[in-house]
């Protein structure tokens, strides 16, 4: 089993950055490709951002592209996304989340362990 814990987030306002950390625990996930999930009140939730086990391969959803950036420090078991530029509609829940294989997805679905989500609210 995998544990992962999310923190970084607040309140901040449109223009401003913060960084979001996701520490795991349990069994090692330095193979595993992991990803950040965001889901606003209301909507589903949806693809942020996913990173390569060896931290080379990323990618980024549309929205966030140019803003955000995914990165891993496998030694001490963390992602982090660096959010830049935040702007109202970033408002959400952020969730990390890891796969127990494959590479890269946008697919909710096939990640199998989550964290419990840490709130990110950006003010206009």
């Known amino acids: 089993q995998v544990q992962l814990v999310e923190s970084g987030g607040g309140l901040v306002q449109a223009g401003d950055s913060l960084r979001l950390s996701c520490a795991a625990s349990?069994?090692?996930?330095?193979?595993?490709?992991m990803g950040w999930f965001r889901q606003a009140p209301g909507k589903e939730r949806e693809f942020v951002a996913a990173?390569?086990?060896?931290?080379?391969?990323?990618d980024y959803a549309d929205s966030v592209k140019g803003r955000f950036t995914i990165s891993r420090t496998n030694a001490k078991s963390t992602m982090y996304l660096q959010m830049n530029s935040l702007k109202p509609e970033d408002t959400a829940v952020y969730y990390c989340?890891?796969?127990?294989?494959?590479?890269?997805?946008?697919?909710?679905?096939?990640?199998?362990?989550w964290g419990q989500g840490t709130q990110v609210t950006v003010s206009s």
């Open positions: 989340a890891a796969k127990n294989f494959g590479g890269l997805t946008r697919v909710r679905t096939e990640y199998d362990y």
């Open positions: 349990g069994r090692t996930i330095s193979n595993n490709a």
């Open positions: 990173i390569t086990w060896g931290g080379f391969g990323t």
